[in-house]
Every structure is written in C-alpha cells, then in structure tokens.
C-alpha cells in the first residue's frame, strides 16, 4: 500500500500524555507548513496513492479543525492521485457528527490511540480517555472504516495480567489492524522523571520483545493486520531516548522468530 504520510504535530492536542515529547514536537514544524506541503507536493507528482494519512495530534477534537485538514485534500480523490485519507486521532475524541465529516471527506482509515485496555494504566499515563470511551469510539467506526487500534506495552502501572487484557481485548473486538510499540523514555517527558525518581521502570528488550511476539501471534491468529511493532529508527529517536527496549529493527526481531 503506498501511504503519503503527513504529520499534524500537536494540531487539536488538549493534554499531553507522560510519554509525549514535547520537545521534539516544538522542533517539528507547524502542521499547518506540513499539510501545505503535502499538498504541493502531492499536486506537483504524477504518483497514485492508496490513502493520504494524517498522523498525530486531534485533528478531530472539533468539527472546524477536522474539515480544515480534510477538504483541501478532497480535489486530489476527485482528480484519481489518492484513493482515501486515513486519520490517526483518540477515541474521546469521536462522536456521530465526526464519524458523518469523516464518511463524507473520503476518509477510509481511522487509526485510534487505544494503548491500554485498563482504566488505572490510562489514566496513571496521563492519556485523559478510558476504556468506555475506545469501546464506543469502536461501536462507531466499526464496519465504516477500516479500524486500527494503536497499543502500547510497558506504560505505568501495567502488569502481566493488563497486558494480557489488552491483548486479548484487542482479538475480542477485532479491528482492522493494530500496531503495538513498547514504551519508551523519552527526553522531556514526564516518564522521564518517573524513570529518574524510581516510580516507573520500563522493559527489558527480553520482556518487550515477549509480550510484543505475543501479540503478535494473537494478532495475526485473529485475522488482524499487523502494521508495525516498534518504533522506526530515526535520528529523532538516537537524540531522544533515555532508557527502554529500543533497537532499529525490533520489528524485524519479533517476526524473525515466527
């Protein structure tokens, strides 16, 4: 699938969850100067997309906002260059009116940062949502869009039985596809100072790459698309990181042993 990836930085964001790194976004420029780029760029090629994508930030936390992104990008579905969009946004942050604004912008993809199935992980990682809140946001999407779920292993307060929850949660109510990154720490954060003050210790690459090969299996097992585990490498990451389960190719080390 080819994806024309745009990043909204913290376009629509209302908090700021402990593991966000604020830094590196103030260093990201401003999502209006990435989506006017995207544009040129995308109007100047004679490349076909399968969807334009928007990572990061709300974009749906209002209706104004959403249809801001959204509608200049319209011309280039009509024109036949991309064939939908995809939005990557919370899952309090849908109601039937957004889920109306994106059906009716080409929208065919909608990612949502799930990242845990517990209430006490959510709310200690300071990811302002609950598990109510994905289970409705699913209700709404389900059948629409193709649906997938973002999830983390490792946040604060998790042990091996959430992180079997979550697990499990995810094949029960079966999105589209899902990608699954281990917790990271990350300069700036408040994670950060949990790591540095004791109250928070991140995995070991021996238990990430565990629980990341679970799900994997389960994932796959359940007929669900497994889009990426782990982050990238990156420049931005070998800056960044403080400590956790990192290395480029943990994807890579988690299918290998399939």
């Avoid at 402990?18 to 490349?47: M, T």
């Avoid at 994932?219 to 400590?243: K, T, Y």
């Amino acid at each position: 699938m080819k994806v024309y990836p745009i990043f909204l930085s913290n376009a629509g964001c209302s908090s700021r969850c402990v593991f966000c790194n604020q830094r590196a976004a103030e260093r990201i420029k401003p999502w209006e100067q990435s989506v006017q780029e995207a544009f040129n760029y995308i109007q100047r090629s004679n490349l076909v997309y399968d969807e334009i994508a928007f990572y990061g930030g709300t974009p749906t936390s209002s209706e104004k906002l959403l249809k801001k992104i959204l509608e200049p990008f319209l011309i280039f579905l009509r024109s036949g260059k991309a064939k939908g969009l995809r939005v990557s946004t919370r899952p309090d942050q849908i109601n039937e009116q957004i889920v109306q604004i994106l059906s009716d912008h080409g929208v065919t993809t909608v990612e949502i940062g799930v990242e845990s199935f517990s209430d006490e992980v959510l709310e200690m990682s300071g990811r302002g949502h609950s598990v109510s809140d994905v289970l409705h946001a699913h209700e709404l999407l389900k059948g629409k869009f193709k649906e997938v779920f973002q999830l983390m292993v490792g946040l604060p307060g998790e042990n091996d039985c959430l992180r079997e929850k979550t697990i499990s949660q995810t094949v029960s109510l079966k999105p589209w596809g899902v990608r699954y990154f281990p917790t990271l720490v990350l300069r700036g954060t408040e994670l950060e100072r949990m790591y540095v003050d004791g109250s928070y210790k991140p995995l070991t690459m021996e238990e990430a790459l565990y629980w990341s090969r679970k799900a994997y299996c389960s994932f796959r097992n359940a007929g669900i698309a497994v889009l990426q585990i782990g982050l990238h490498s990156s420049e931005f990451l070998s800056d960044e990181l403080v400590a956790g389960p990192y290395c480029g190719n943990f994807g890579e080390l988690v299918r290998g042993v399939m």
